[in-house]
């Protein structure tokens, strides 16, 4: 986690370090832009930019501990966790997305957390439903983002990435189940 941090601030470093002659090249114009074409490839970008440091801190230490904790649960399903939230969080901020350019980790971050809610309760695991109690109780206010409120704030963003979340958490779980219970009656193993 502290090298994906790392690469976070080096990719702020050089948006700030670079500026653009105008504003259509800067690098958070490689964000979201809802319902463009040109927006499309902001659903691979958006994540990785921030529209400044404190944009990029306020989303270091969730980043930090929440993808700490889904990385206890193996490299592998951490990156199957990402990517469906991730290309969730962006399609759906796309589609529906206010007007301008969306960009930050937040949407990431809010589907950890989601997956990391429910993944103890889908999984019937004690010690996960315990660390989600733990994070509920430390970090369950910020669901509150996923309601539009805050101007500038993209809840949109946050709202998809949940969505992925528990989309992610559904997939976990049944691909979990299906390796339990091994092969179905009729299958041949071995």
Do not use: K
């Not at 889904?70 to 990402?82: H, S």
């Not at 949407?107 to 950890?112: D, K, N, R, Y």
């Not at 539009?148 to 949940?162: K, V, Y």
């Amino acid at each position: 986690m502290l090298v994906c941090i790392a690469v976070l601030f080096g990719i702020e470093f050089y948006d700030v370090a670079t500026p653009a002659p105008n504003p259509a090249m800067d690098l958070d114009a490689n964000g979201i832009n809802p319902r463009t074409v040109d927006g499309l490839d902001g659903i691979l970008w958006a994540p990785l930019l921030h529209f400044g440091w404190q944009h990029l801190i306020g989303n270091s230490l969730p980043l930090f501990v929440l993808g700490w904790l889904l990385l206890a649960g193996g490299v592998r399903q951490f990156i199957g966790v990402t990517a469906v939230v991730w290309i969730v969080a962006g399609i759906g901020t796309w589609s529906i997305g206010a007007p301008g350019y969306h960009v930050g980790a937040s949407g990431v971050i809010f589907g950890w957390m989601v997956f990391l809610l429910l993944r103890g309760f889908a999984q019937r695991s004690i010690a996960q439903v315990l660390v989600a109690v733990v994070l509920f109780f430390y970090w369950g206010g910020m669901l509150w983002g996923v309601l539009p409120g805050q101007p500038g704030i993209s809840w949109e963003g946050h709202l998809f990435g949940a969505v992925g979340g528990a989309m992610a958490t559904w997939l976990v779980a049944r691909s979990t189940r299906r390796r339990v219970s091994g092969p179905g009656p009729g299958t041949l193993s071995g």
